[in-house]
């Protein structure tokens, strides 16, 4: 990595949809940033005016009920940011400026390539200074029943290890492991959607959750069988998006990981859990710049399935 410079938009780029959980529509823009600037959300007004400003990293949540939600002590500024926040991390952006109009990043087709295919079209431009990455230095790891979530050094960058259990015939066991970079995510990780049961519906919408869900935006799952017309994008789509948020809640350390995460049965709450424990601790990790590191070899995600097909979540946080 070394000499790696910053990177930023080159361009700014809209993206507009509804939030799957409060079901508002809102406009998200997307604008280049200066140099150590990090991830920047602005709530602003219909009429454009910023109300609010934070730095997306781990101080900055408020939330992680179903998503990882984004505020101060004022309250949420935006909730369900994690598929952007995993595009972000996983395209190498450094330095990004995110408006939005509304309470709730768009789901759009439930997966990030929307906001791959944004970050397309604006391109981006390296920057003049270098990129810093937070380096973990020994283990740190958080339990919850049987979940549990761990960060441990990794010097060829940034894995996820992610296994998951649901005892339903369509899912069962699943476990997947992959080195990210930019061409791994946008191949193996940024096309897979959130899911969700049938049988979950009421009681989701009577918390006010999922009011903007629909099979446009969900892989829905009944008893028997995956609702959506056109199936799943892949065999074990739901793993791969598991993938997906500890990468997007991984994004608010403030900087890329130099690290290897394992998540068993986690989600949400237990990915911030970690994040957490890991800046508590200051002898476990340190900022660098131009860390010299063999390639790894080039790991392709896998899936091991005790039933049935898979199916990609935005499920309970504990599976």
């Not at 476990?284 to 080039?298: C, F, L, S």
Request: with cysteine.
């Amino acid at each position: 990595m070394k000499g790696i410079k910053q990177t930023t938009l080159r361009d700014e780029v809209a993206v507009s949809g509804v939030g799957v959980h409060s079901g508002a529509p809102a406009t998200l823009t997307l604008s280049p940033a200066a140099d150590d600037a990090g991830i920047i959300f602005r709530r602003v007004s219909a009429e454009g005016a910023v109300e609010r400003e934070i730095r997306a990293d781990v101080r900055a949540v408020t939330a992680t009920d179903l998503a990882t939600v984004l505020g101060d002590a004022s309250g949420p500024i935006c909730s369900t940011a994690e598929h952007l926040l995993a595009a972000l991390r996983g395209l190498n952006v450094d330095n990004v400026t995110v408006e939005i109009d509304g309470p709730e990043v768009p789901i759009m087709d439930g997966s990030a390539m929307a906001f791959v295919d944004a970050l397309d079209q604006a391109g981006l431009t390296a920057r003049a200074l270098p990129r810093r990455y937070i380096e973990v230095l020994k283990p740190v790891r958080v339990a919850k029943g049987e979940a549990f979530g761990e960060l441990r050094p990794y010097e060829h960058g940034f894995r996820v290890e992610a296994e998951i259990s649901f005892d339903h015939p369509l899912i069962g066991k699943q476990a997947m492991a992959l080195d990210i970079e930019p061409n791994s995510f946008r191949r193996e990780i940024a096309r897979s959607r959130t899911f969700g049961f049938m049988k979950d519906v009421s009681k989701l919408w009577a918390a006010g959750f999922a009011l903007g869900a629909s099979l446009e935006n969900t892989v829905v799952i009944s008893e028997d069988r995956v609702l959506n017309p056109e199936g799943l994008r892949f065999a074990d789509e739901f793993v791969r998006h598991k993938v997906l948020d500890a990468i997007g809640d991984l994004a608010l350390a403030g900087l890329p990981l130099i690290a290897a995460y394992k998540t068993v049965r986690g989600g949400h709450k237990l990915n911030h859990s970690v994040l957490t424990a890991l800046m508590a601790d200051p002898s476990a990790w340190r900022v660098v710049e131009d860390k010299v590191q063999e390639p790894a070899r080039r790991s392709r995600g896998h899936a091991d399935m005790a039933a049935g097909m898979a199916v990609a979540a935005f499920g309970p946080d504990v599976s």
